[in-house]
């Protein structure tokens, strides 16, 4: 009886735990902090669990520089609701270090880009630096579009969007670049995200 009480208890506890996040409302994120509540290079990886649950899928996301003998970054995935946490593989206090956004979290900007529906153009329009939309190119099927990814550990946030139908022969125009629709915000102030496909 004792056994199935402390289970019902772990249960409900995560459960619990876990409905903190309301995906129905807008969580607004800021460059170089992230989440107000869980800011990156504070935040350590049991807060998450604790806030988020333990259901989340862990990978090794890419070594940060393969000449040198640093830290690898994984990949800490809650898909259902859309938010990636990052920690280094060295650190003993697993701090995030980024954060990435996806579908279906439900977010903006300081600035009102929202993912899923605000455009790169968007961005662009609110940016008062010289950022521009940068295209990295896997093979036919798979490009995107990314405004500040090479410029991350000054701005602390970078955008991303899918482009389908990429045609290898013919670059996209200036105006289709910006009509992307924004399917990936990243968090981080580090540029390991320069190694990010």
């Known amino acids: 009886m004792k056994k199935i009480l402390l289970f019902l208890f772990i249960t409900v506890s995560y459960t619990i735990n876990a409905q903190k996040i309301d995906l129905k409302k807008n969580s607004t994120i800021i460059p170089k902090v992230g989440l107000k509540n869980y800011p990156i290079d504070k ?41 990636s946490f990052y920690i280094l593989s060295n650190d003993n206090n697993q701090t995030i270090r980024a954060i990435k956004f996806t579908k279906p979290f439900n977010t903006l900007t300081e600035n009102k880009i929202k993912l899923g529906i605000s455009t790169l153009g968007d961005v662009l329009k609110h940016t008062q630096n010289s950022s521009k939309i940068s295209v990295s190119v896997k093979n036919k099927k798979e490009a995107s579009a990314h405004i500040n990814k090479f410029k991350l550990a000054e701005t602390g946030i970078s955008f991303s969007a899918k482009i389908a139908n990429y045609d290898t022969n013919k670059y996209p125009s200036k105006k289709q670049l910006e009509a ?11 540029q390991h995200v320069l190694l990010i496909n």
Do not use: M, R, W
């Open 43 to 83: 935040t350590t990886l049991p807060e998450i669990i604790k806030a988020f649950g333990n259901d989340y899928e862990k990978s090794e996301d890419f070594v940060i520089n393969e000449n040198e003998q640093l830290p690898k970054l994984y990949e800490l995935n809650y898909k259902k609701f859309g938010i």
């Open 180 to 190: 992307l629709v924004i399917d990936e915000i990243y968090i981080s102030n580090y």
